[in-house]
């Protein structure tokens, strides 16, 4: 057989792979389907081990702090300046610098906002969560001029909240974003997107974690989102109901597919409560602890 014929000979070529054909973005998209979600996974390995912990755990949270009910306080707006405000201070401190904002550049658009909440004995205290005595009522600032105030006078302004040389121009690229990107500084629009998109949109802003973006949104538009500060991070890993050595990114994802619906504020609310009264970062009260026969911090093996 001459070379020629054996070439005529050869058995047809098999039709390439399918995965060999496809394009690198197909390719990459693949790849990120088949990535595992480590929130996901963790999700259902506590589901599997400690059935039923978080709802249980929230519900004895109820019974020792109280149910806490969701109320607007302020504008979007102004609760993500305010957030920005109390990064790295104490609650008192930003709400000090909040209201030299206000008095600074006053406004008279926008219905008045009350910030304090009014108990059932008629007393004024500050709102659920916040360390602050609560700010007195007043209109939001008026942010185009703050947007545009000259920087220095801006970190004169706000210096009773600390870090204002840092702040002050945060705030300022925030409000300009939104302004570019939304034609005003309203972030009302926040309350019809789900809320990864929602969170997604406002860490897309300079200097906007998920932390700030939750609270904006959980505190704002009661989206079921769970701002992790320092007590949630601290209670949730002590009892388990995070990883223990979970990133703040990943608890923050991980408490999204925790989250029993309709729960997020009170859950967010009384994690605080209870890191601050009772599971405190030195010497936590656990001979007074409704979640003790539960917490992995009490007995590695707590159910
Ligand atoms: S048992 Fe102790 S460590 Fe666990 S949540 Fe309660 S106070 Fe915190």
């Keep these: 057989m001459s070379p020629g014929a054996a070439r005529a000979a050869k058995p047809a070529a098999k039709p390439a792979a399918k995965t060999a054909t496809k394009t690198a973005p197909a390719r990459a998209t693949a790849r990120r389907r088949a ?14 081990s400690r059935p039923g912990l978080v709802e249980d755990v929230l519900d004895r949270l109820v019974v020792f702090h109280g149910r806490p009910v969701w109320e607007r306080r302020l504008d979007a707006t102004s609760e993500l300046v305010l957030t ?29 906002e009350v910030h304090r909440v009014t108990g059932p004995d008629g007393v004024e205290r500050a709102p659920h969560g916040w360390g602050g005595v609560g700010m007195d009522p007043g209109r939001p600032p008026d942010w185009m001029a703050v947007e545009s105030a000259p920087l220095p006078e801006l970190v004169e302004t706000i210096r009773s909240g600390g870090l204002a040389e840092q702040k002050a121009p ?21 309350v019809d997107l789900p809320a990864r998109e929602a969170r997604d949109w406002l860490t897309r802003i300079p200097g906007i974690g998920p932390k700030t973006a939750s609270v904006v949104l959980l505190f704002c538009f009661g989206t079921p989102l769970m701002p992790v500060d320092t007590h949630v991070e601290r209670v949730s890993k002590r009892v388990g109901l995070i990883p223990a050595d979970a990133t703040l990114e990943l608890a923050h994802e ?41 917490c992995r911090f009490v007995d590695r093996r707590a159910p």
């Design 35 to 48: 990535a595992p979600d480590p929130a996901r996974a963790w999700s259902r390995k506590l589901a599997r």
């Design 84 to 112: 920005i405000l109390s990064q790295n201070t104490a609650d008192l401190n930003s709400e000090r610098a909040f209201q030299a904002l206000r008095a600074a550049h006053p406004s008279d658009a926008g219905p008045v």
């Design 170 to 190: 945060r705030i300022q690229a925030a409000l300009r974003t939104i302004r570019e990107e939304r034609g005003d500084h309203r972030l009302d629009f926040l």
């Design 254 to 294: 991980a408490w999204l597919h925790l989250m029993p619906e309709g729960r997020a504020y009170e859950a967010h609310v009384n994690l605080i409560t209870h890191g601050r009264v009772v599971c405190d970062a030195r010497r936590p009260k656990c001979g007074i602890c409704p979640l003790a026969d539960r």
